[in-house]
């Protein structure tokens, strides 16, 4: 029986993607040999969520098809050889197929307590090695409810896509392909619903059903449910699973600076909840000097710290993240202050978010 990779394709469609899966398997364990003790399926697909589109009435994946190396030595990893498998089955099934930065058992056994290692535990498809491979290795504390930094993370995350769209759509840079503004519009309002569900301790891996828990805490929480999230949720959920039962229509700038605004009352009620603290603006949040993440500013990291905004073109003892939280709302024109050279500097932001995000 094949795995699932979209509960809402077909049985032909999950046996399609199934079958690609192994034949990239068997390529990865061709090129890495002995050094290969596990290939996972992560992302959408991994969790059984992936989309789907019609392309001339057959079914196609639509999301990237994310792999996760497991290694016994990540030094000999070669990249040459999984670019070229990356590059042949990208032609066959025309989606990017990424392979992961490479881990160690050990990596696994130490993972901190992040959204993007909760996910791939909870939803996840070996393709080669040990079914058991991360249910066996992962701490016991990634199965607890999430920190809240990580809706903190999470939002600056896909406020950068924001970003990144609004570029496009002034002309500050082309778009990397047809889609990608409509796709970050709705990232960003999936980012929101589930920012808010890690806030409030409601959150849960599967997609399907985070609008029923979305709901349940609008109805529980009035502060939350004056966002009025709750329908535009469902749609970008609509939109994940089966992007082509929306209306193919480009979205225009003002509804990204509407969208800009929604994310900013959103990011700054997460703020509060997480620090305790009560800015009235997010002036007032970006003009703030303290820590955002803490954990990355011991003094075995200080060091780290330097050498990375250094590396970045600026000097400071901070980790480049914080800096990007105060920046954030500034460009996105939610704040007091101006941007004097905006496609300069959501530019910058941009390079120093894609380094370290």
């Known amino acids: 029986m094949s795995a699932i990779y979209a509960e809402h394709g077909s049985e032909d ?7 690609v899966s192994l034949r990239i398997g068997e390529e990865v364990e061709k090129a890495l040999g002995d050094n290969l003790v596990a290939l996972i399926v992560g992302g959408g697909y991994g969790r059984g969520e992936g989309g789907v589109v019609r392309v001339d009435g057959v079914e196609q994946p639509y999301n990237d098809l994310d792999f996760t190396l497991v290694v016994k030595r990540k030094g000999s990893v070669p990249w040459d050889k999984l670019d070229a498998i990356s590059e042949h089955f990208e032609e066959e099934i025309k989606i990017d197929v990424d392979f992961s930065r490479p881990l160690t058992i050990h990596d696994i056994e130490t993972w901190p307590h992040w959204l993007m290692w909760y996910d ?17 290795h992962a701490p016991a504390a990634l199965k ?26 002034r002309g500050a840079e082309n778009t990397p392909d047809p889609d990608f503004t409509r796709r970050n519009y709705y990232k960003c309002l999936l ?12 959150f849960a891996t599967p997609y399907r059903g985070r609008d029923d828990r979305l709901t349940q805490l609008e109805a529980d929480t ?17 939109f994940k699973f089966q992007p082509d039962d929306l209306p193919d229509t480009q979205v225009e700038e003002e509804q990204l600076k509407d969208l800009a605004r929604r994310w900013g009352e959103i990011f700054l009620h997460i703020e509060k909840i997480r620090t305790g603290r009560n800015w009235v603006s997010l002036t ?14 011991s003094i075995k990291n200080l060091p780290r710290n330097l050498i990375r905004s250094k590396q970045m073109g600026f000097f400071s ?6 800096r990007l939280y105060r920046q954030l709302p ?7 202050q101006t941007a004097l050279d905006w496609p300069a500097e959501s530019g910058r932001f941009l390079k120093i978010w894609d380094r370290f995000n």
């Open 13 to 19: 469609f999950n046996a399609r993607m199934h079958d």
């Open 120 to 136: 791939l535990l909870n939803g996840h498809i070996v393709t080669k090695g040990p079914s058991d491979i991360l249910t066996a």
């Open 144 to 169: 607890k409810t999430l920190p809240a930094i990580e809706a903190t993370r999470l939002a600056l995350n896909r406020g950068a896509g924001l970003l990144w769209a609004l570029r496009v759509v």
């Open 191 to 202: 980012a929101m619903g589930d920012g808010l569900l890690i806030a409030h301790q409601r």
């Open 222 to 238: 009035p502060e939350v449910a004056a966002f009025k999230l709750g329908a535009l949720y469902h749609e970008a959920l609509r």
């Open 284 to 297: 007032e949040y970006s003009r703030w000097g303290g820590l955002r993440e803490v954990e990355q500013h």
């Open 317 to 322: 003892w901070k980790y480049p993240r914080e």
């Open 330 to 336: 500034v460009l996105l024109g939610l704040t007091d």
